[in-house]
């Protein structure tokens, strides 16, 4: 047993120098985001190539896997057990990945997000492409290199969403998209609308960040433990121990789209900030999957953020940093406002009905991408197509088109499912906690988080990597990913909502 | 030849890893001081050493120092023969130090500039007293291990300023010391005064930021390659090609010390973006010395900043950023506001003659700190009493005395007397470029700032590290640094404001 101790520490001192790396490579992206002044660019991404090969280089050094192979020798049991298993899925997963290709793929993704803020400025794809056409033929190549076997889009769905594949998304999305394209032909058939004025006037930035942080921080994200900063697309990101950041962007003529983005990414920063201290600089003191993540953001966003109770609490707060703007709308008439179903170009500022129609388009065409039958250059035509299929409207152009988001700048094929995937878990999570607590509606009243934070905290947050995220998902709700609770959500609200 | 030239190859590209790892150090530590939120500062400070130690590890790598003896072998000349002998010197160096105790002074770097801030903000000394006992024994411990022969603090010191030592500094300073107590005597007997009141105004702090910043960028300062930040204490910090970055505080009731302060950390900046990109990522594009780094940054600070001639240009845009609040001020009065000598407590803040009263009471405290003749615990007393006896003025607290500057938090000993062999050398260049150029002062009253800075691109940017600072400063200036033009300088200036 001593002997274990000692090696575990010596597991432990080695992840922790693995963990040093990711923050410094964390930092240099959100810098290169938020701060870095454009000429930086070319040297930002000779950096990150580096320090991604050093992080490569450590991860598969043979020592690390003998103290795995050690370690797995001796017997231990709990978190310890959970700590060298989950070792040995990175350092295996890294095993797989040629040194080069993982440094080629740094580079290329800085280089990426950085053509594709000019592409999105300028609305000029053609800017872009030949940054995605590498990506495409990286991301073949990473999928050969972790499993020569599978199709190659469920290898990188399975980066993002561990144990999930093309054809299980599919089969949750199917009565899903099914059910939704009924529902918004049952809100346009109501014949009701939900006006949108109250929320369109001019709103002072500095006043939207002011309600929407003190906000944010009441649900629980923590400012001595993270900070908010302007972004062309709003993100989350763990820098280190202690130090979780977010950024948005804002409109000053639509006061929904920095408010709901600020509440969002704070939910993926509190799971970050609530994961586990004793764990921190290992992988069990990481997320489960990128689908537990987005049930976090988009759980305060919509479940929170969205509902009538909260705003019967929190727009006297909102009246109150804009005086005289909303003083003559009644409280009904504002959660309406932020919750009109219309079909629009931009995922992020979609609403809670439309928005997985934004998600399944990206999943097909990325599929497309992958698999062969969708060439980079008529990305923007087929992009344009699906829209006009699943939300009956045209892009005007690719900034708010295929160029909107930044996930395929930087590489991230596979990852846009896990967005619905997150939605329909933060109702599954919602639903489990009202067992739990009760009436969260009444909290909500009175503008008490903590139940929810706490609850959260000790389900999913403090559990870190210890459990896969299906084993997660059955302990934090007693059942599997499933769409019914989103739908059951979905339909009476917007049923209320249109008067159907 | 072909051999010589893979090799060299070779060498770049394992100097281009160590440069990319001294991005990510240097992005680090700007971000602690300026964005982190303070709950990262532990997490950061295991980073920083982390870094630091695999920084170190790569410098050490016998393979590099190999490389570096084949390349000596090869008779090479030119760059190619000044970059193998650059390199030779930063290995021998980083061979002489422990790992360990690289990676230790990076984490009480850290923790100390974090406890700094702390006990700056609470006048509290007990607070950053352990660390600063901390940083002395590691400073000797580091001077025993690159030169257990030489005077602790003649090593320390060689660190910053290349070939210098205490008694080389000493023999500069007497003669200076001397003659700026006669010419602050002189300044005190002429009965002549310098009224401060236009300059102690309350001024926006956007507009001293608009005003500074748009001269800064005249002089030469590229914001595509840099940007301005706040921190406690002023500083230029190269993050890596393309990315020079400057910080400043405001005062809100004295226009000087942002205004000056962006100017010197502009001269600073300047010289860091005009180092040759041909040699970026390696010893050769790196800077000389601090001394001649000081010598950047005095010289726009002061030769130009705080020059007649630069105000007759600038006044009126000055003016036009502060509508009504100079408007009936001549601009001689001006410059002799900017420019009255008056004993104070801040270095960063003071005049160009009692400057180098602070920076002397430094260069004695800290060689009592190395040579054990002044403990820690009486460094605040020790403090007061050279004010007292070199300024005339005793701190009434520790805030703006023992613990105003940064230099001290991170470990910085030896570095102080740089500010003034820099300031001497800035005159010297300045003697220079007026024989090269003629008269400068028309170029300021016409805004030009032109030939100032393609003159020092040329003499001293674009040399990087090729020569030792004496060949540079005698091939710049046609002989060795000296203090006979700065004094020149000083008694004719400040004769002429203060009528003697």
Chains 1, 2 share one sequence.
């Not at 969260?440 to 990597?465: C, V």
């Amino acid at each position: 047993m001593a002997d274990a101790a000692a090696s575990l520490e010596a597991l432990r001192s080695r992840l922790a120098v693995i963990a040093d790396l990711s923050q410094a490579l964390a930092l240099m992206r959100w810098d290169q985001s938020t701060m870095m002044p454009r000429g930086g660019a070319a040297g930002r991404a000779g950096a990150l190539s580096s320090l991604e090969r050093l992080r490569h280089e450590r991860l598969v050094d043979p020592a690390l896997a003998d103290l795995v192979a050690e370690l797995e020798g001796a017997s231990l049991g709990g978190d310890d057990a959970a700590l060298v298993r989950e070792t040995r899925r990175d350092v295996e997963r890294a095993a797989k990945q040629p040194a080069d290709l993982v440094a080629r793929r740094a580079r290329a993704s800085s280089l990426g997000r950085e053509a594709w803020q000019q592409a999105r400025a300028d609305a000029d794809f053609a800017l872009f492409a030949p940054h995605l056409r590498e990506h495409v033929e990286l991301a073949r190549e990473m999928a050969a290199a972790l499993d020569g076997e599978a199709e190659p889009y469920d290898v990188l769905h399975d980066g993002y969403e561990r144990g999930s594949t093309a054809a299980a998304v599919e089969a949750t999305f199917a009565p899903l998209r099914a059910s939704l394209v009924e529902l918004v032909g049952a809100i346009r058939e109501s014949g009701g609308t939900c006006d949108t004025s109250p929320v369109l006037q001019s709103f002072d930035e500095a006043g939207q960040e002011r309600f929407a942080l003190e906000v944010a921080t009441l649900f629980g994200y923590d400012l001595h433990r993270g900070r908010l900063d302007r972004t062309v697309h709003p993100f989350a990101s763990r820098i280190g121990r202690g130090d979780v950041r977010i950024t948005t962007r804002y409109d000053p003529h639509d006061l929904r789209n920095a408010i709901f983005a600020i509440w969002h990414e704070a939910g993926h920063g509190m799971y970050e900030q609530g994961l586990p201290d004793a764990y921190a600089g290992t992988p069990l003191g990481t997320y489960a999957s990128l689908g537990v993540h987005e049930s976090q953001s988009r759980l305060w966003e919509n479940l929170v953020g969205r509902s009538l109770a909260f705003w019967e609490w929190g727009f006297e707060r909102l009246r109150a940093v804009f005086p005289g703007q909303l003083d003559d709308v009644p409280v009904e008439r504002f959660h309406a406002a932020v919750n009109a179903v219309t079909p629009s170009f931009i995922r992020v500022e979609a609403d809670e009905v439309t928005y997985h129609l934004h998600v399944m388009a990206r999943f097909e065409l990325e599929q497309g991408l992958i698999d062969g039958s969708l060439d980079v250059d008529d990305l923007p035509a087929a992009w344009n197509e699906r829209y006009e299929a699943y939300l009956g409207v045209t892009p005007p152009d690719d900034r708010v088109g295929c160029l909107q988001d930044v996930h395929w700048s930087e590489g991230g094929i596979g990852y846009f499912p896990t967005y619905t995937l997150g939605t329909l878990l933060s109702v599954q999570l919602w639903e489990a906690m009202q067992r739990d607590l009760g009436d969260l509606d009444e909290a909500l009243r009175r503008g008490e988080f903590g139940g929810i934070s706490s609850w959260l905290h000790d389900r999913i947050h403090s559990q870190g990597r210890r459990f896969t995220p299906a084993e997660l998902v059955e302990r934090a709700t007693g059942g599997p990913l499933a769409c019914d609770p989103f739908l059951r959500y979905a339909w009476a609200k917007y049923g209320a909502l249109y008067g159907f």
